[in-house]
């Protein structure tokens, strides 16, 4: 069964128009992240929350924002979407545990077109 | 600054050749974590293996190894008699103590495994 769920799998929309990217967990991992990965490029992290603690890579856009109402949920909304925003968005989650630095867990993501 | 760079942009073997995917990292910290994560064409990542650095000893698993060398910054992955659903891009990646958890990915190798 998957663990980090990720809604929908393929989104469409306007050139300026906000959208939502959903992601849910079964894990109870108390760390979920949001990557943007572009064409033949490795993922890029845009933000994290640790609980309830929003880290903010430096290099973010503010047109982009996260939200996570709660411990299995967090979203990633583009407030303006650009051409440029379209890519496969992965949500992730991990754990702090015994140790930090443990393995991520990914969901299947969410590819993003822009018309 | 930590850096991940994996030489090997794309590797194509036939199916029952070994093949080994490079990957040098670069830190200044002495206590780290370094990953591999596969993504096939379906886009999700999947874990493959965490080693920190304190650990040295090389790890099998089925047909999948990895040889840690601190010596030559050097975390290698060698499929043995590889197959076709091994053909997937593959990504090493860097974790620093004190990094607030993030990922730092090389850029990949995409594999292509020919029957």
């Known amino acids: 069964d998957a663990m980090v769920i990720q809604n929908p799998r393929y989104q469409v929309t306007q050139f300026g128009k906000p959208v939502t990217l959903s992601c849910s967990q079964t894990l109870n991992h108390n760390v979920m992240y949001w990557y943007q990965q572009k064409s033949s490029q490795a993922p890029k992290l845009l933000f994290h929350?640790?609980?309830?603690?929003?880290?903010n890579e430096a290099d973010t856009p503010d047109n982009f924002q996260s939200r996570r109402p709660n411990t299995s949920f967090c979203f990633l909304d583009i407030r303006s979407p650009g051409l440029g925003d379209a890519a496969m968005y992965l949500c992730a989650t991990s754990t702090t545990g015994v140790s930090n630095n443990q393995p991520q867990h990914f969901g299947d993501g969410t590819r993003l077109s822009i018309l | 600054a930590q850096k991940v760079t994996q030489a090997q942009t794309e590797i194509s073997v036939v199916e029952k050749e070994d093949v080994t995917l490079d990957c040098v990292y670069e830190?200044?910290?002495?206590?780290?974590?370094l990953f591999w994560y596969k993504q096939p064409p379906s886009g999700e990542l999947v874990f493959l293996i965490r080693?920190?650095?304190?650990?040295?000893q090389n790890e099998i698993s089925g047909r999948y190894s990895w040889n840690f060398q601190k010596s030559t910054s050097s975390f290698n992955f060698t499929i043995t008699a590889s197959q076709v659903v091994d053909s997937a891009v593959y990504f090493c990646a860097l974790s620093v103590l004190d990094s607030s958890y993030k990922l730092i990915f090389g850029s990949g190798t995409r594999l292509l495994v020919r029957p």
């Open positions: 080693r920190n650095s304190f650990d040295e």
């Open positions: 830190t200044r910290d002495t206590t780290y974590y």
């Open positions: 929350y640790y609980d309830k603690d929003f880290n």
